[in-house]
């Protein structure tokens, strides 16, 4: 099966050796995404209902770039560095998902990219 690389200039750049997404027959899987302005590189600062907005930002640019919406993504893999800030994350990401919602985890982990406090990967489905 062919891979498509998905890349766009509105999400940060990877900061890796990575791409944004890759797509492979209607399934794409995007790269975790971190609190990055698109326009500057620069970590949003602020609070975490700040950081968790600019991540679904950035995901909502990967997934039209892949010919999708965040209607379509699947599942949703959630890692915070502090599992207190669960209710501010459920908030957030209300303002961007409706029901029916994607499959989700969410994890604690001791340290992110750059000091985020926050990162998001996921899957998205294509008609």
């Keep these: 099966m062919s891979r498509t690389i998905i890349t766009t200039d509105k999400a940060p750049a990877a900061i890796g050796p990575y791409s944004q997404a ?6 794409v899987y995007f790269s975790g995404q971190i609190p990055l302005d698109p326009a500057t590189g620069n970590m949003v ?3 975490i209902a700040l950081q968790a907005r600019q991540v679904f930002v950035n995901l909502k640019a990967v997934a039209e770039a892949a010919g999708g919406s965040l209607e379509k993504i699947v599942r949703i893999g959630i890692y915070v560095t502090n599992l207190g800030h669960f209710a501010t994350v459920n908030e957030i990401m209300s303002e961007y998902f409706k029901a029916p919602y ?7 982990v001791s340290a992110l990219p750059k000091l985020a406090c926050i990162e998001v990967d996921a899957i998205m489905v294509l008609d």
């Design 102 to 108: 994607p499959a989700r985890s969410t994890i604690e």
């Design 45 to 47: 600062e602020g609070d």
């Design 22 to 27: 890759v797509r492979t027959g209607n399934t």
